[in-house]
């Protein structure tokens, strides 16, 4: 049995690391959560033995045994803004920093023959951008302000990290349903916003000016949960699982930024899955729907019909996802299973909010993930997920000319494309 300070010293140790930016792939979440996940593009919902249960499906604990499995993703996303057309604002910029380190961490333990117990801890991140300045007039001088016309480099941090303690039963053979609290904490900082925040000479953008830019990191906790059902017939089984929005407390120093005085909760999402499992074969594919239009500071959209911060201030207009992930596994030796997947996801971003969304470019859409699970020993399985999602852009006219007049501000792009891989170890008791 593991002892408890060990499970403790592990937890605070990816708690820090955790806390490294990131920007995830189906809008800001991850496209899947454990390494063998992600090698399957996410497919998950209905395939036991995985592991990382609190963050996938919470039922499908009680078939995964004692389980304690590591890892690490190095993250590589690839982001771009650019204005053209405009009177004297074009400009193109690429954001600084393409490699992080995204830690991965589950622990599950059996409790008789029929209930599980165990955590796991995953990250989500998604509004990263760090844009040189000075490329710009606006009005203070021959290359002075960055391309939101701010002072100095421009951009934002957001990470997210949840900790799901889990719980699963067996309601009877074949069935077994799941719970897992979700402990929420993220931070927030945001730079180089100086025109939004009532500057003279550009209009009163926000209702709470002090509280919009360069104001460091600040940050937020909260809780809500998941649920989950999975049920195996034969060689098919099925998955469902939903949790609700994570309730976050404000972020007080950026409450003239987003709405609601600074509010940034996390939005619920549900899926369901399926999946078949043969002598040599594992197919699964699943669904999943993320309601960000939801919470107020992302779906709202980005035209300025109120202040910003206020509870129906402008947000970054994005509309909920859904995602399709199909996956296969396949057990090509003893001791190897190779993997491969598909992920598609819809792009949250319209062109009517891409001014907002240079800061927060996270509109890839297609994911294709390859894999392996190399068995050391009996006990002890060294897993690798490698991910490509293809680069997208959106195009539209530029939030300001609505506000300086038609033209004034031309036409805004924004492009993302990423690379990830996944080292993993998982150790059975």
């Not at 690490?72 to 920093?97: H, M, N, Q, T, Y």
């Not at 997947?341 to 859409?365: C, H």
Request: with cysteine; hydrophobic share 40%.
């Amino acid at each position: 049995m593991i002892k408890a300070n060990k499970i403790l010293g592990l937890l605070g140790l990816s708690a820090g690391l955790a806390s490294a930016p990131a920007l995830a792939t189906d809008g800001y979440f991850a496209h899947g959560y454990g390494a063998a996940s992600k090698g399957m593009a996410g497919a998950s919902f209905a395939v036991s033995g995985h592991g990382f249960a609190g963050a996938n499906n919470p039922a499908t604990a009680v078939e995964n045994g004692d389980d304690l499995q590591g890892g690490i993703e190095w993250f590589s996303p690839k982001r771009s803004a650019s204005r053209s057309g405009s009177a004297f604002l074009d400009g193109s910029v690429d954001s600084g920093r393409e490699d992080f380190m995204v830690p991965e961490f589950s622990w599950n333990r059996m409790v008789g023959e029929d209930s599980a117990w165990g955590v796991t801890l995953y990250g989500n991140g998604g509004m990263n951008t760090t844009y040189d300045g000075g490329q710009l007039d606006c009005g203070f001088g021959p290359n002075t302000a960055n391309l939101l016309c701010g002072g100095g480099r421009l951009g934002v941090d957001l990470a997210q990290l949840i900790i799901a303690p889990t719980f699963a039963h067996r309601i009877a053979p074949g069935h077994s349903i799941g719970i897992a609290p979700l402990l929420g904490y993220q931070k927030f900082k945001a730079f180089g916003l100086q025109a939004f925040d009532n500057p003279p000479g550009f209009p009163p953008f926000t209702g709470s000016p002090g509280n919009v830019t360069n104001k460091g990191y600040d940050e937020a906790m909260g809780a809500g949960i998941r649920l989950g059902y999975h049920g195996q017939f034969g060689g098919f089984g099925v998955g469902l699982t939903w949790a609700s929005k994570i309730n976050m407390s404000k972020f007080s120093k950026y409450k003239g930024l987003f709405a609601e005085q600074g509010g940034f909760d996390i939005p619920s999402n549900y899926g369901l899955g399926v999946s078949w499992r043969g002598e040599s074969l594992l197919l699964a594919a699943d669904v999943l729907k993320i309601e960000y239009s939801g919470v107020r500071s992302v779906g709202l959209p980005s035209l300025p019909m109120a202040p910003l911060g206020a509870k129906n201030g402008p947000g970054f207009g994005w509309k909920d996802v859904t995602a399709v992930r199909v996956g296969a596994e396949w057990q090509a030796t003893d001791t190897l299973k190779l993997r491969v997947g598909y992920n598609k996801s819809d792009n949250p971003i319209t062109p009517a909010d891409v001014t907002f969304n240079i800061l927060a470019p996270g509109v890839v859409r297609d994911h294709y993930s390859v894999g392996f699970a190399w068995d050391a020993t009996d006990s002890l399985t060294f897993q690798v997920a490698a991910s490509h999602a293809k680069k997208e852009t959106v195009t539209g006219s530029s939030l300001f000319n609505l506000v300086f007049g038609p033209g004034f501000g031309g036409n805004e792009t924004i492009s993302l494309s990423e690379n990830m891989v996944t080292l993993s170890v998982a150790k059975r008791y």
